[in-house]
């Protein structure tokens, strides 16, 4: 069983820095493809970034030089360095970890970029 939990969201200005975290177990960050995804009321959710096992990463467009997806085994948790925030960044965060056909999700962490 994969077991995902999100924390580091909350209130941040526009232009500001946020990170999440997702902590899980040693094996899941180090064989699992992880991610972050985000979600907003009435929307579909939305994919962010994705880091390898071999720690390869990809983004979004959108996230593309604001966005840090990172991975600590030691500490079995993955990261989201979020920089320069727009509001259009407010949403649910959610950390994912995927292997062959299973993908599994945390419960998320509110992001709310606002002034």
């Known amino acids: 069983q994969v077991q995902l939990r999100e924390s580091g969201g909350g209130l941040v200005q526009p232009g500001g820095s946020l990170t999440l975290s997702c902590t899980t177990s040693?094996?899941?960050?180090?064989?699992?493809?992880m991610g972050w995804y985000r979600q907003t009321p009435g929307t579909v959710r939305e994919w962010v970034a994705t880091?390898?096992?071999?720690?390869?990463?990809n983004y979004v467009d959108d996230a593309k030089g604001r966005f840090f997806v990172s991975k600590d085994a030691a500490k079995k948790t993955l990261y989201l360095q979020m920089n320069s925030l727009k509001s259009e960044d407010t949403a649910v965060y959610y950390c994912?970890?995927?292997?062959?056909?299973?993908?599994?999700w945390g419960q998320g962490t509110k992001v709310t970029v606002s002034s």
């Open positions: 040693m094996e899941i960050v180090t064989t699992y493809t």
């Open positions: 994912s970890a995927r292997r062959a056909l299973d993908t599994s």
């Open positions: 880091i390898t096992p071999s720690g390869s990463t």
